[in-house]
């Protein structure tokens, strides 16, 4: 078990900086996503964690005790990659002991990790079966399983799912996650996908460009994102956003778009007659017996484009004056293209977002 913390940590590839003063937290036991686009710098943090790559500045501290001149085998963490890398002349049970013979750890040991490990990722029944006989997901538990039998501190997984199906990947992640139940040891995990992020993770950090933009619980980040980027990286379908304007009229305040004007109830970080972005997310907008619970003033009449049926519910895209909206609605909506259909925003949960900064008003 361990605490993991990244303090002013910065990497540089010559002069183009890929890794900006990220700071960090990692409590024992917590299981952390690092998500963000291709090249934002996740992938880099691990492996600088790891000890697989150098820091240029800052300090990385394991329970404590400064890692950054520590060889990777001292520092007490095992890393799962993307690519399983695993010996294909082995059988399973020799690509998880390989490393405690390397340790040149005792026969009855190395069989007690070993049949630890296999208990914990059902692997079993696979013991003697070389890696060609086993399916993409068993070989990706073998990879797991050769990183839980030397017991450590700290878990990494680099973009372990990438290689999957998507049924697969949906298998796995429930896997990881029951494994880390089980064992309740930290564990730092990289991808790209928000899905990951937002099943899997305690706490999520975004990154982008090097930066760490925000880090919360995937509730957090959803409901409360700090900036316009967070906003449109988490959510699937991602948010609507949309140029408006926020006042203070004669009845309250009210927030205008799309040539229409709602009464809402503004954050005290606007002022009367600011231009913002409006986000709203597709799961905000309701239709149906939802409308009834929704002020009449906030129901509005979408003209149809396209409607699509993903199992018990729809995604619908629709206009709104010049606008482009996806809804994502409960049930299943069969809307022919060009049909108008009443619909209602739920604006308690609008996000409003300064155009220039980018940054949350609230």
Not at 180 to 206: F, G, N, P, S, W
Not at 343 to 353: A, D, I, K, R, V
Request: with cysteine; aromatic share 6%.
């Amino acid at each position: 078990m361990a605490q993991v913390e990244l303090v002013d940590v910065c990497k540089r590839f010559g002069a183009t900086e890929v890794v900006h003063d990220a700071n960090l937290r990692i409590d024992d036991n917590e299981f952390i996503v690092l998500v963000g686009p291709s090249g934002c710098g996740k992938s880099t943090i691990l492996r600088m964690i790891a000890g697989l790559e150098t820091i240029s500045d800052g300090e990385i501290k394991i329970n404590g005790r400064k890692v950054n001149d520590v060889m990777p085998k001292d520092r007490d963490v095992a890393m799962v990659f993307q690519n399983y890398a695993l010996y294909p002349h082995m059988s399973v049970f020799e690509n998880m002991a390989f490393s405690l013979r390397m340790a040149k750890l005792g026969k009855d040991e190395i069989h007690r990790k070993v049949n630890k490990a296999a208990d914990i990722l059902e692997l079993t029944p696979y013991l003697q079966r070389k890696p060609a006989a086993l399916s993409g997901g068993q070989r990706q538990r073998v990879a797991m399983g050769r990183a839980i039998v030397r017991s450590p501190s700290v878990f990494l997984f680099d973009e372990p799912l990438s290689n999957l199906d998507a049924q697969l990947r949906t298998q796995m992640r429930m896997e990881l996650k029951k494994m880390h139940l089980k064992m309740q040891t930290t564990t730092i995990y990289v991808t790209h996908d928000q899905i990951e992020a937002m099943t899997l993770a305690d706490r999520i950090v975004i990154l982008k460009d090097g930066k760490v933009q925000q880090v919360g619980t995937p509730v957090e980040v959803y409901e409360q994102p700090d900036n316009r980027f967070v906003a449109g990286f988490i959510g699937n379908p991602p948010i609507n956003m949309l140029p408006a304007v926020v006042g203070r009229g004669s009845e309250g305040d009210e927030i205008s778009f799309c040539g229409l004007t709602f009464p809402v109830s503004l954050p005290a970080g606007c002022k009367d007659q600011d231009q913002v972005l409006a986000g709203i997310r597709p799961d905000s907008i309701k239709r149906d017996g939802a409308l009834a619970a929704l002020p009449e003033q906030w129901l509005i009449d979408g003209k149809v484009v396209v409607a699509e049926i993903v199992g018990s519910q729809s995604l619908l895209e629709f206009t709104m004056g010049d606008a482009s909206i996806i809804a994502e609605l409960e049930g299943r909506v069969a809307a022919a293209p060009g049909q108008t259909m009443k619909l209602g925003l739920n604006l308690e949960n609008l996000l409003l977002f300064d155009p220039e900064t980018e940054q949350a008003i609230r």
